[in-house]
């Protein structure tokens, strides 16, 4: 039989399998090689040079060094560099670059090779007994085979399951390799095929108390005559499209015999990359291999997220390409205008007259060589530096034990290096909830029964209303059918399968830790589930003392599935007593407009459990005859049977049954709160950071659990816009203009209670929302919610959250960095929208883990990685990106200076190798800032969240900053050209070495310029930041001594250094530069620190004043309060330190890591004094060092 459409996977494929096989089958289809890795042997040159000129700079480098090469060899124009000088370190780096790129593809071929290389068990038709067992590898494994996959395995490719040693055909399987789930899964093999193939001779059951053999099941496929038609790849992994046909009899002539269908759902499709759990044997026909497997389909890759540091970093480059222009055009300009004043000098004009010999016109020509003369205002090292700074940061983050949990042996990780430092920048947190700010176990609390509710809120274990609901059972008639019937839905309606673990401890594994609590706690309450058969499922019940315990088997006709669309599920089945019964529970929003009658209790008490923060669920059912059932399940096969659409015709056959509904309760789960939330919550708003709680509880639950988390408080004004909710939580139809009208009220609301200093909250609706994005209204919703501290939005869809986020990053500007955080699959699609992605590593799987930048444990970790990792990431790279610009700028401005003494002629002041040196012989004193640097400790980063002010106001780093560092590098550039020229005014160039001398004596003068002014911009100064200032000297030093001695290299350096250190008037430049450097900037930096002080320096100071109070007699003891409030103990080396409160909140929690009060004391007022500050602490290199204000 012929695939339809191409092997390709276009359209319906039909996969005949068993006694049908056909050889032909897999060729039409891909094969089952995995190729992860990026290059060829012959592809890898090309590929890696095109991904890394796709950096700008290295292109503009590339484009340079050609300019430098056509200077040197065309005539066009003239330039004094070589190409070398640039092209070398260039290719150096993007050598290393392709090193690395070449070591992880590396990696990625391996991985592949045994990954396809592993061998597999295929059952073959033919030998003795018609069917006989191969082994292939999983490369040679083809669409048709058929598999034997046993217990602890993985799953090799796609299959349709055929048979399995578990009853009834049922099988288990672990997707955490998948998507991240940790519960087992729940499948099963097609039925029909299950009892043909697992009967004895006789056609009767193998055995009635023990599964199937595996022998005799692959023995039976020799005569199974079978296909399968399936639908084309795709990427679902909870959806699957199929129909089985089994043929009876022989085939006649013109066709293949009288053919069965029966449909095939995601529960009988086992996915690649999955491993069978508690099962010892299954077998199955492959359907999808290759690429086109679910697993495939689904492995692309994370989204490339670029910081927003090098958003600024690349705006930075176009303004110096800009400079280096400017300074071209000015340098063009004065040659042209003054050439005639230089015609006498023979070295300038050889050809004399004043005629150059290049090419180009000269005002074109000179351009090009005063342009390349100025190339290295743009630093060449920066990219890979930032590489370095970047890796080392993400250590320290994976190092810390502060975000280390013990109870999971859990660290943080890091899956993408460059957005370290963006931790420190984040101005808006979208966090999911369950699981996130809740521990995810779930506990049944209370429920509503008949009118009454049983069941308390409190620190007890467990459901706490049992004696009191047995009482009323007991009470009536009315009394113990209504809880029968409400017990009968929660021990009925779900997909919880019963296991046994390897002690024989009966355990439920379920798809939700809610729908396993409603389990658990109905057999508490005497409806005990205890198996689960193709056919139904068995229930135990003990009803009262008289009667003791009954055994009741339910018969499944059919199940509607839950979705996040339906918001709810439904069981048909066959009662003991033969009434056929629609048992469903859901969303209350979804289920009471669904209802007969209205039942106000059910609604007040539903709103009391939302008072205390439980999640709720309403239950209810329907009675349906026999004709009804039977015209119901006509159409709910045939949507079963379909190849198109079926999940659309599944949920539209559910919506007629779920209809006319009897309420019979609602249940209210607590989700307990994770340890140290409410801090949290409290530090990130103290620091400025907005807060958008997106949840799939309803408005009472999100609002209560709002205020346990310290996400509201009663101070706030809180609106809510729940406007697009219909009668029974339905969603009602909005009119544009009263959408817009109530967000306009809302925004003078919030305006009015700003202005009189009250902070402002926002909860919304899914509804609403849904309404919003419809209606195109997002801009003045989102002018509503950015004049909120916090949002919560209730009752929303994963999409909608991603939505959110969206809307966030694009309808703000200047565009803030948004951080999403959350522990589910649902969370996935918001936590790849947002700037910055963090997964918890909860009990949903590691899905969203996978799919974010960082992971954590729990959310309390939080804090800090934003306060401590994050800020003090931000602030070292911002220092290290304007340093390395500074350098650059400062030795560009020196050339601009020299050429006005050298007639425009476009000569470099220094020898090319000597200029090569110069990133690299100071790479090493700005890295080590830039990885070690830290202004204050972790603990004062904490209580102080407003220090993280500067990273998300973007105030280290930007257009201003960036200004000014050009105008320091302007000043100490002109301090050593003046030095330069008040040193050397005298300058002999009829001696060989003065020339060079002199520029190499400059150049080390910058030299040493560079490494005092990376001494001065650092807080931080141990051992390994001295190490590496020592190692600059050193290494430039070795330079000058080896490029001074081999004469081959450079016949007319030879000697030089020599000859440099021999003028006293070098050595005071050595003296004279640094000096005067110090000066300007000590004054820059007491003016700054004395009349425009920043937050950091009102610590800082704080934290001075006490440490030297300390120091002196205490005469005058202060009160206990003000003891206790002024003298929080920070963790400094004399064990003292100071607080500063950042938001009232913090009064009454605890400070992390201690039980001491987060209160912190006023800031000081005026204007702050320029004391020094010096104290020991530890980095996090674990050597000791000297903080400095800077």
Request: glycine share 8%; charged share 20%; aromatic share 8%.
């Amino acid at each position: 039989m012929a695939a339809k459409g191409d092997g390709g996977g276009e359209g319906c494929r039909v996969i005949p399998f068993a006694a049908l096989h056909d050889e032909g089958t897999g060729r039409r289809f891909p094969g089952n090689t995995i190729k992860t890795s990026k290059y060829t042997l012959l592809s890898f040159l090309p590929l890696n040079l095109l991904e890394q000129l796709r950096k700008a700079a290295n292109t503009y480098f590339l484009l340079i060094s050609l300019l430098m090469l056509l200077g040197r060899r065309s005539g066009l124009f003239t330039t004094s560099v070589d190409a070398i000088t640039t092209l070398g370190p260039l290719i150096l780096m993007m050598s290393a670059s392709a090193l690395l790129a070449a070591m992880d593809d590396h990696r990625r071929h391996q991985a592949d090779v045994r990954t396809n290389s592993q061998q597999a068990r295929a059952i073959r038709m033919g030998g003795k007994h018609g069917v006989y067992l191969d082994t292939v590898t999983w490369a040679d494994i083809t669409v048709g085979d058929i598999l034997v996959v046993k217990g602890e395995e993985d799953l090799p490719a796609d299959l349709v399951p055929l048979a399995s040693s578990g009853a009834d055909g049922v099988c288990y399987v672990s997707t955490a390799n998948l998507d991240g789930e940790t519960n087992l899964k729940i499948k099963s093999a097609a039925a029909a095929v299950q009892s043909m193939l697992c009967t004895d001779g006789d056609g009767g059951d193998v055995r009635a108390d023990a599964p199937p053999l595996l022998n005799q099941a692959v023995e039976g496929l020799s005569t199974l005559r079978a296909t399968v038609e399936a639908e084309a790849p795709t990427k679902s992994i909870h959806a699957f499209n199929g129909t089985l046909l089994l043929q009876s009899g022989q085939a006649t002539p013109g066709g293949e015999g009288e053919a069965k269908r029966y449909p095939l759902c995601a529960d009988q499709l086992l996915l690649r990359g999955t491993q069978l759990k508690n099962t010892a044997w299954c077998f199955g026909v492959v359907v999808y291999t290759g690429r086109e497997t679910r697993m495939a389909k689904n492995s692309s890759k994370t989204p490339m997220k670029l910081a927003n540091l090098e958003h600024v970093v690349n705006r930075a480059m176009l303004i110096v390409l800009g400079t280096q222009a400017i300074l071209s055009l000015l340098s063009d300009v004065m040659y042209c205008a003054t050439k005639e004043s230089f015609e006498k000098y023979w070295y300038l004009f050889p050809s004399g007259s004043g005629k150059t010999s290049i090419l180009l016109p000269d005002w074109i020509g000179y351009w090009f060589t005063f342009f390349i003369l100025y190339c290295n205002l743009m630093p060449i090292s920066l990219y890979a530096a930032m590489e370095v700074c970047n890796f080392a940061q993400a250590y320290f983050i994976k190092s810390d034990l502060g975000m280390y949990d013990e109870e999971q042996d859990c660290p943080a990780t890091v899956r993408s290096t460059n957005l370290c430092h963006e931790l420190g920048q984040v101005s808006y947190v979208f966090s999911d909830k369950t699981g996130t700010l809740t521990q995810n176990v779930m506990e049944l609390k209370r429920i509503s029964v008949a009118g009454r509710i049983f069941g308390e809120v409190s620190e007890n274990r467990g459901f706490t209303g049992a004696e009191a609901l047995a009482a009323a059972r007991r009470e009536s008639r009315a009394s113990g059918e209504a809880a029968d019937a409400f017990l009968e839905v929660l021990a009925v309606s779900h997909t919880v399968m019963v296991t046994e673990d390897q002690f024989g401890t009966v355990k439920y594994e379920a798809e939700s830790p809610d729908e396993g609590a409603l389990v658990e706690a109905a057999r508490d309450l005497g409806w005990d589930f205890r198996s689960r058969t193709n056919q139904g499922l068995v229930v135990e019940t003990a009803r009262d003392d008289s009667r003791g315990t009954e055994t009741l088997q339910y018969t499944v006709l059919a199940v509607n599935a839950f979705t996040s669309a339906r918001k709810r599920m439904s069981v048909v089945v066959r009662s003991p007593a033969g009434e056929i019964l629609v048992l469903v529970k859901g969303a209350d929003n979804v289920m009471l407009e669904r209802a007969a009658t209205l039942h106000p209790h059910v609604e007040a008490h539903l709103a009391e459990f939302a008072q205390e923060g439980l999640r709720t669920l309403v239950l209810g059912r329907r009675r349906i005859d026999a004709a009804e059932f039977a015209d119901w399940h006509a159409e709910y096969e045939r949507a079963q049977s379909a190849m198109q659409d079926r999940e659309a015709l599944l949920s539209a056959a559910a919506e007629r049954l779920e209809a006319q509904l009897e309420i019979l309760g609602a249940t209210g789960i607590e989700d307990k709160l994770q340890v140290g939330v409410a801090e949290t919550i409290v530090r990130l708003r103290g620091a400025g950071v907005k807060l958008w709680v997106l949840t799939g509880d309803k408005l009472e639950t999100a609002r209560n659990i709002g205020y346990s988390t310290k996400v509201l408080s009663d101070e706030m004004e809180v609106m809510i816009l729940d406007i697009g909710s219909g009668a029974g939580g339905g969603t009602a139809a909005v009119d544009a203009e009263e959408l817009r009208a109530e967000l306009v009220g809302m925004a003078a609301i919030a305006d009015g209670a700003i202005s009189e200093g009250r902070e402002v909250a926002l909860m919304v609706t899914g509804s609403s929302l849904e309404q919003v994005s419809e209606l195109g209204l997002g801009g003045p919703f989102l002018e509503v919610a950015t004049r909120c501290k916090v949002v919560i939005a209730c009752r929303v869809s994963p999409l909608q959250k991603a939505w959110m986020v969206r809307l966030v990053r694009t309808g703000i500007s200047p565009t803030p960095v948004t951080l999403s955080i959350g522990d589910g699959a649902n969370d996935v699609p918001m936590i790849q929208e947002a700037q910055v992605g963090v997964g918890i590593s909860g009990r949903e799987g590691r899905q969203a883990v996978n799919a974010a930048d960082f992971a954590i444990a729990q959310f309390r970790f939080l804090q800090r990685l934003l306060l401590v990792h994050g800020r003090l990431n931000y602030r070292r790279m911002c220092k290290f990106i304007l340093y390395s610009f500074w350098k650059n700028a400062v030795l560009t401005l020196l050339l601009f200076y020299y050429t006005f003494i050298s007639g425009f002629s476009g000569t470099s002041m220094f020898d090319g190798m000597v200029w090569t040196s110069f990133n690299v012989i100071l790479f090493f004193p700005i890295i080590a800032t830039g990885v070690f640097d830290r202004d204050v400790d972790d603990k004062q980063a904490v209580q102080f969240p407003k220090l993280y002010e500067n990273g998300r106001l973007g105030l280290d780093l930007n257009m201003v900053k960036m200004t000014e560092m050009l105008l320091s590098a302007l000043v100490h550039s002109l301090i050593i050209f003046l030095i330069t020229n008040l040193v050397f005014f005298d300058i002999d160039t009829v001696h060989a070495n003065n020339y060079y001398a002199f520029g190499t004596s400059v150049f080390t003068w910058l030299v040493f310029a560079m490494n005092y002014r990376v001494v001065f911009v650092t807080s931080t100064i141990n051992w390994v930041f001295a190490a590496a200032v020592a190692s600059s000297f050193f290494l430039y030093f070795l330079f000058l001594v080896v490029y001074c001695r081999t004469q081959w290299l450079s016949p007319w350096m030879y000697n030089v250094d020599i000859h440099m250190i021999q003028e006293p008037l070098f050595w005071v430049g050595i003296v004279a530069v640094p000096a005067l450097a110090i000066m300007v900037d000590s004054f820059k930096a007491y003016l700054l620190l004395e009349f425009l002080p920043d937050r950091r320096g009102l610590v800082l100071e704080r934290v001075s004043l006490r440490e030297a109070d300390e120091i002196q007699p205490v005469l005058d003891k202060p009160s206990a309060a003000e003891s206790e409030s002024s003298h929080a103990d920070l963790g400094v080396s004399s064990g003292r330190g100071a607080s500063l409160q950042s938001c009232p909140e913090e009064e009454n929690v605890a400070a992390s890591g201690s039980g001491e009060s987060a209160q912190e004391a006023p800031l000081p007022a005026g204007p702050s004094s320029a004391s020094s500050w010096r104290r020991r602490f530890a980095g996090p290199s674990g050597a000791g060092g000297v903080l400095r204000s800077s």
